[in-house]
């Protein structure tokens, strides 16, 4: 008998990364009426969402023990290897039949890994990257990119359309990252386009107002080009989506088979960049593009 959102909404939740994305996400949970409870590396970024009704525990293994559908939202291949298998890991934990659900923007092979070692502790994996970042996250309007078992995805739809406008499955475990991958570089490519546009403007004393008036005004306009438009009008470089990560994301791409000339190049634009402006939001190429780095 399939899962319905009334069954869901008795599940209870366990989240693992309170960072930039997950604190917005899960009070999108909360919401929603879910219960959730939360465990989080650093304990001081975690006392404040524990005001808002969030459990905390003190090991991935903790929050195995005591929640139903675990959802991962971190950084990188490491982090997830290091929840999964780690002391106090959340296979550790010595229980069966939990459903694990990966957001992070991760590789495709680790959730390959981490789906076979669920498989063989008896859980259930599903890699679910989101595209969109903080404001997204916090009006719950991500696009949520899923890989695996049908079934499991239907079953933590109303979860996941929770947290965002749109939860799509691509197919079998991998296929969320690797379309996570694909977007991501195209979220480069634009990011460098509109730097290098605004880059111009000023090279050429043209009104950089005026300028983001045409290109929000015509074909070209889009929410991001709006949000990062006027990030760099207003000379906020303060990271949604940092310039550390796009670079991670971008090799992770380079990795799977990214060989085309435009993706090739923002790897190497935003890598240079990287080294002096890194913990910039990703608009924040633009500097490095002034001061010629």
């Known amino acids: 008998m399939a899962i319905t959102t009334r069954d869901m909404k008795s599940q209870k939740i366990g989240w693992i990364g309170l960072g930039t994305m997950g604190i917005p996400m899960v009070q999108s949970l909360l919401r929603a009426d879910y219960s959730v409870t939360a465990f989080n590396r650093s304990r001081a970024k975690a006392n404040a969402i524990q005001k808002e009704g969030v459990e905390l525990v003190d090991t991935p293994a903790a929050l195995m023990s005591n929640t139903d559908v675990v959802i991962i939202m971190v950084t990188d291949d490491q982090a997830i290897k290091d929840i999964f298998q780690g002391v106090n890991g959340l296979l550790s934990a010595g229980v069966s039949s939990k459903t694990i659900i990966n957001m992070s923007t991760v590789s495709p092979a680790i959730s390959i890994e981490m789906e076979a070692l669920c498989l063989a502790n008896g859980h259930r994996y599903l890699d679910a990257p989101v595209s969109g ?55 480069a490519i ?41 990030a760099i009008l207003a000379d906020n470089f303060k990271a ?10 971008l090799k992770l791409a380079s990795d799977i088979g990214l060989d085309f000339p435009l993706g090739t190049t923002a790897l190497h634009t935003f890598n240079s960049a990287a080294a002096t402006y890194g913990t910039e939001d990703i608009i924040g190429v633009i500097n490095a593009l002034r001061s010629g780095s």
């Open 133 to 187: 970042s903080v404001k997204q996250a916090t009006e719950a309007t991500l696009v949520i990119i899923a890989g695996g078992d049908q079934q499991v995805f239907e079953e933590v739809k109303p979860i996941l359309e929770s947290l965002g406008k749109l939860a799509i499955r691509f197919g079998a475990t991998g296929s969320g990252n690797k379309v996570k991958l694909i977007v991501n570089t195209f979220l």
């Open 190 to 230: 634009q990011a460098q386009a509109l730097a290098e546009a605004m880059a111009f403007a000023e090279k050429l004393d043209v009104d950089q107002h005026e300028l983001m008036t045409v290109l929000n005004s015509g074909a070209l306009g889009s929410p991001f080009v709006k949000i990062k438009g006027e």
């Open 240 to 249: 949604a989506f940092s310039l550390n990560n796009i670079v991670k994301d």
